[in-house]
């Protein structure tokens, strides 16, 4: 299994600037960065300032807001007074169209800044609507404009394993996207780490955060999640993705951390996981 590490991580107030919090990270041995649009501090000068010293940025984070109303069916406008019983209702799909230029500046932005991948949750949140079609066709409209500009789209397991599974299904069925898989999330969620088997073969990144009494942010074996279901999910798929980390800096576990130091734990840490992930009883 060829390692490639990444950890992104906000910084705490002004105390660092991001040229010293990016040598830091690759002091630890880290070779990539990722980066959230959610965060308001992604800059084109950031982005070079990461690449400036010797890490890569491996992809962006799509904020989460708005997402499930891709699983909404379109409104329907209101029927005239006139309008017969049998008449067909007039789709409104505003709301769509507003979503499809929104999803496409994101894409846009990423290949403008040369970022290759863009991580999205479809199933934020408990409160969705059920897999529809017409949900799936906007998905697979969403590939297929990330593709246009280049870009993959890493799919990535929220609460709901149905509409994970409906689309990855739809979004990797030609096998230019992929899956950032959550091993943490799914434990919580699905009740095991393990990765499922439709996602399996279109694996490209984990990301290892691990999670304590619901609380994510935590590093790997430092929460509550069991990975060992994980570990014999992976020991035959010859994994060279990446290994990503995303620990919160203000947990009180790692608040007295310096950012050298809570980069070299995640690096411990995620060589450690590697360990378990190589064998095939998941043992350390």
Wanted: hydrophobic share 40%; with cysteine.
């Amino acid at each position: 299994m060829k390692k490639h590490y990444s950890i992104a991580y906000r910084e705490r107030g002004e105390s660092l600037t991001a040229e010293r919090r990016f040598a830091y990270t690759f002091s630890a041995g880290f070779s990539q960065t990722a980066f959230s649009l959610a965060d308001s501090a992604i800059r084109p000068e950031t982005l070079a300032a990461a690449r400036c010293a010797g890490l890569d940025v491996e992809a962006l984070r799509l904020p989460s807001d708005g997402v499930n109303l891709l699983w909404e069916p379109s409104p329907y406008k209101e029927k005239n007074e006139d309008a017969l019983p049998s008449d067909t209702p007039a789709r409104n799909d505003a709301t769509w169209e507003m979503l499809l230029a929104l999803y496409t500046s994101y894409f846009s932005f990423a290949a403008g800044v040369g970022i290759e991948r863009v991580i999205f949750t479809p199933s934020h949140g408990k409160n969705l609507a059920p897999v529809n079609q017409e949900a799936l066709s906007r998905f697979r409209m969403l590939a297929k404009c990330a593709k246009e500009k280049g870009i993959r789209l890493l799919v990535e397991n929220g609460e709901s394993s149905s509409h994970f599974e409906a689309v990855v299904r739809v979004c990797c069925e030609d096998g230019f996207h992929g899956v950032s898989f959550s091993p943490a999330i799914a434990f919580r969620c699905f009740g095991t780490s393990a990765i499922p088997a439709y996602a399996a073969n279109h694996l490209m990144r984990l990301s290892l955060d691990d999670g304590k009494d619901g609380e994510p942010g935590y590093l790997p074996l430092d929460g509550d999640t069991d990975f060992r279901p994980l570990a014999k999910s992976v020991a035959s798929l010859h994994f060279r993705g990446t290994l990503a980390v995303s620990p919160n800096p203000d947990l009180p576990i790692y608040r007295e951390l310096d950012y050298f130091a809570l980069a070299s734990r995640a690096y411990d840490r995620l060589s450690l996981l590697l360990r378990l992930l190589k064998n095939e009883e998941g043992v350390v």
